[in-house]
């Protein structure tokens, strides 16, 4: 077996293994936007952006900043590894996903997005709460694509609106293991 490099077009993170992977590890973008490296180019995220793209931009960064705060705060608990284990995981998606909006957006990160948010002190009230946020950012970055007028932030916000319908079977799993 010989080592590969994938690229990913959305978060641009490089994954190194033996086979693609079914999605990027890093921002969860699906098996067709992994490219070869020498296919990537890094001006992709230099856009002229509307005045709707921005507060656009400036929404989904603000939502994944929440989202990060919120699942990083369920990764604090100690009484289930298994789901204190996944939402750590589904945090370190969500912080991509803001990094990738404040790429677009040419800001720097929120200087607060790795800070443990609130949380509702249940598996079952915080995987609710999981599940409304998550079905809340399907449905607007779907919408933000399709106003959108760049073709860049359209494949950004779709893809992204897929990777958090994949969130929604997360949570939806994850009742199974409270």
Excluded at 56 to 68: F, G, K, M, Q, V
Excluded at 161 to 169: K, L, R, W
């Amino acid at each position: 077996m010989q080592l590969k490099m994938f690229r990913c077009r959305i978060c641009g993170e490089t994954y190194l293994g033996y086979e693609e992977p079914g999605n990027c590890p890093f921002c969860g973008a699906h098996v067709e936007f992994l490219v070869d490296p020498a296919e990537y180019d890094a001006s992709v995220n230099r856009v002229e952006l509307t005045e709707t793209e921005r507060g656009d931009l400036d929404s989904s960064i603000e939502l994944e900043r929440a989202n990060t705060r919120f699942y990083l705060g369920m990764a604090e608990r100690k009484d289930n590894d298994t789901l204190r284990s996944a939402y750590k995981r589904l945090a370190k998606v969500e912080a991509e996903h803001c990094s990738v909006f404040c790429k677009l957006a040419g800001i720097p990160k929120p200087a607060d997005l790795l800070e443990p948010g609130e949380t509702t002190g249940s598996w079952a009230g915080d995987i609710a709460e999981s599940l409304a946020r998550e079905n809340r950012a399907t449905t607007l970055y779907a919408n933000f694509a399709a106003r959108a007028t760049s073709p860049r932030l359209r494949e950004v916000w779709e893809a992204v609106s897929a990777v958090e319908a994949d969130h929604i079977t997360l949570d939806e799993l994850a009742m199974t293991y409270i």
